[in-house]
């Protein structure tokens, strides 16, 4: 049973970056059928896909948060990590860690998927002075 | 970065049928975007229903189906149960990245 869990700081001062690790147990994190994602949500509001990462290190990012975000992978240490700078109290929400898969392979046929397969709890990031 | 939208809110009775729908602002919603649906209880992370527009995640009742009706993609719920009250998101997968839909509240009573 593969299992996400979120950890960090659950509070961040404004102008400071946010630093977040998602530690992936009972699997592994290499593979070409997975993305390795971040998900946030703010209070009272909806998800939000913030960006992934795919084995050999390719990303991909929300346009909207793109120039702040950076995700990146451990694969010693099975975890992937996001950083979000320049956090303004906008940011203080529920970060959720999450699986995206990416294809199945089944015989000979290749199907693709995009869909979260996986999350994590969440963890709350408060942006605070 | 396209807009997904969906219904804010929607009632249903208890054992009737309900049909959420996902668009876009601009163009439709096909099975090339891989429509995907997640019902999230507040507080708690969300749970996966469907994927690739019609495919039931493990253990999702079949109450719960997927279709594209017009030019969106559809949650269709057949007999509706009290615990299927929560708020349900869609997914598409355009551009190379995922966006989600502005959500459904959906009240069974």
């Known amino acids: 049973q593969v299992l996400l869990q979120e950890s960090g700081p659950r509070l961040v001062m404004p102008s400071q970056p946010l630093s977040l690790t998602c530690t992936v147990s009972g699997g592994s994190i290499r593979g070409a059928d997975s993305y390795w994602s971040w998900v946030r949500q703010r209070p009272g509001k909806g998800l939000e896909w913030i960006g992934y990462i795919y084995y050999g290190g390719t990303t991909y990012y929300n346009p909207s948060l793109k120039s702040r975000s950076s995700v990146s992978m451990d694969m010693s240490k099975n975890h992937f990590s996001l950083n979000l700078t320049s956090v303004t109290a906008s940011d203080t929400a529920v970060y959720f860690c999450?699986?995206?898969?990416?294809?199945?392979?089944?015989?000979?046929?290749?199907?693709?998927?995009?869909?979260?397969?996986?999350w994590g709890q969440g963890t709350l990031v408060s942006v605070s002075s | 970065q396209a807009v997904v939208t969906q219904e804010p809110s929607f009632s249903v009775s208890p054992g009737g049928t309900v049909t959420l729908t996902c668009g876009l602002t601009s163009g439709s919603v096909s099975t090339s975007s891989y429509p995907s649906w997640y019902q999230q209880i507040p507080g708690q992370a969300p749970r996966t229903l469907l994927y690739?527009?019609?495919i039931r995640s493990s253990g999702v009742p079949d109450r719960f189906s997927g279709s594209i009706l017009g030019n969106k993609a559809a949650l269709t719920i057949t007999g509706a149960q009290a615990e299927d009250e929560s708020d349900y998101y869609c997914?598409?997968?355009?551009?190379?990245?995922?966006?989600f839909g502005g959500g459904t509240t959906l009240t069974v009573l």
């Open positions: 997914v598409l997968y355009l551009n190379s990245g995922l966006v």
């Open positions: 690739n527009t019609d």
């Open positions: 999450a699986r995206v898969a990416r294809l199945t392979v089944v015989g000979v046929v290749v199907t693709p998927r995009y869909y979260f397969d996986l």
